[in-house]
């Protein structure tokens, strides 16, 4: 399998207030191959957020590498990687962040707009990942008229719709009861395994440590173990 994305020797801190550094992560070695579920667990502040922020290109680590698809994007400008991020990336975050006053269909169709997907091919493109979703029948409804389960999955259907390389989710299922945060993972599994996505997800969903390919696990900052699961497809 093809590597796509790998950190090397990646730290981060942060200074506080009354001057003291918080080591968030130190020595990070981590590699994503194409086409594969990637988990990243680990207690509430172990820096979960922070390496997939630097991950996603939506932070800059202090020290050591990021590679995506060959190119070192520490190297980048700002600009080059708002574009990085826009194209071929996507993220899904606990807060599902919709656009309250667009329908489902609007909220897809806006993000391709966003990623310069062609304007003739978006709204069918748009009600495919919908329907890919399990929402044909909610396409017209808005945020506040879905559960957090289906709004979970617009925001899926979104960050897929413009084929990124790579969906970055942090704890995408933490804002969910149980059910409906374990069919959002299955949702996730699926997609790996049918449509070749490749997903780096943060989650304490024990649920999840069955269902991604590679483990990473962190406790303060570090990676503590690495486990590798034989899924069966
Ligand atoms: N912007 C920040 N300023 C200062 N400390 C931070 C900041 N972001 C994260 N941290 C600290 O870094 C550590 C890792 O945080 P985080 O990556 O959010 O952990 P997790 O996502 O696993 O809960 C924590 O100790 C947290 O307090
Ligand atoms: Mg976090």
Known sequence: ??????????????????GSVVH???NIDLDVNEGELVCLRGRSGSGKTTLINILGALDRQDGGTVTFCGEDIGKLSDAARDKLRRKKLSFVFQSVALISTMTALENVEFSLRLAGYPIAGRTKRAK???ARVGLAKRMYHRPGE???????RVAIARAVAHKPKIIFADEPTAALDSTTGTAVLGLFRELVRDDGI???????????????????SLEDGVIVDIKRNDIPL
Request: include cysteine; charge should be negative; charged fraction near 25%.
């Open 1 to 18: 399998m093809e590597n796509i994305l790998k950190a090397e020797n990646i730290s981060r801190e942060f200074k506080i207030g009354d």
């Open 128 to 130: 495919e990942c919908l």
């Open 198 to 216: 490749t997903v780096v997800m943060t989650t304490h969903d024990e649920a999840m440590m069955e269902l991604a390919d590679v483990v990473y």
């Open 146 to 152: 879905m559960s957090g389960g289906e709004q979970q």
């Open 24 to 26: 968030a992560l130190t």
